[in-house]
Nanobody, 115 residues
Framework: QVQLVESGGGTVQAGGSLRLSCAASGRISSINPMGWYRQAPGNQRELVATIISGGTTNYADSVKGRFTISRDNAKNTVYLQMNALKPEDTAVYYC?????????WGQGTQVTVSS
């Protein structure tokens, strides 16, 4: 079994920064892709950023240049550094890891950006 525990959410003013962390436990290694998704009220869950083996990253167009995903393989932890936050970034942020054949999700952490 895999468990993901997120932390680092909160409320920040527009233009501010937050750093999310997600610690994975269980049978996870550096080869397992990890990522962050978000879901705003009334919207579908959407991809924010992913990172795969070797450190290759992918970002949603809406966060490119503002958010940075990284991982510490020794700690099985993935991070999301969010800078220049906008009110439209307000959502519940979910950590994700894929270990074949299943996707695993964290419980979510609320990020609120006030204007």
């Amino acid at each position: 079994q895999v468990q993901l525990v997120e932390s680092g959410g909160g409320t920040v003013q527009a233009g501010g920064s937050l750093r999310l962390s997600c610690a994975a436990s269980g049978r996870i290694s550096s080869i397992n892709p990890m990522g962050w998704y978000r879901q705003a009220p009334g919207n579908q869950r959407e991809l924010v950023a992913t990172i795969i083996s070797g450190g290759t990253t992918n970002y949603a167009d809406s966060v490119k240049g503002r958010f940075t995903i990284s991982r510490d393989n020794a700690k099985n932890t993935v991070y999301l550094q969010m800078n220049a936050l906008k009110p439209e970034d307000t959502a519940v942020y979910y950590c994700n890891v894929f270990r074949y054949p299943k996707n695993y999700w964290g419980q979510g952490t609320q990020v609120t950006v006030s204007s």
